[in-house]
């Protein structure tokens, strides 16, 4: 089950914080804030490898004794961060790239809008709802 959601600017600050259990909020930010590490290490280490391919999905940034963490970066450095529960065996590889690909068609619907402002908190009810969506489907 995916527990936060999370889509990160280009200059490493939160557009959109999203996780279930709302009482573990900040333990979260802090597991998306630290695995902006290994991402900046993931992209540097692809290279030019990474915009030769076109593959966004970084995979698998860790694991953690409850949770997996992971991420996937756009052509224009805004990366998303998805936290699963480290219980959910059923969820495989190619099931999250698919989350991770929809969750970039959404983003990139809020950026065509031509209210939104880029940089800007993403604070829209059709995001909330693909979210949350997405959230209760890998439930």
Known sequence: MAVCIAVIAKENYPLYIRSVPTENELKFHYTVHTSLDVVDEKISAMGKALVDQRELYLGLLYP???????????NSKVKFVMVVDSSNTALRDNEIRSMFRKLHNSYTDIMCNPFYNPGDRIQSRAFDTM?????????
Not at 64 to 74: I, Q, S
Not at 131 to 139: E, F, K, L, R
């Open 131 to 139: 979210v949350n969506s997405m959230m209760m489907q890998v439930c």
């Open 64 to 74: 953690t004794e409850d949770y997996k963490v992971y991420g996937y970066v756009t």
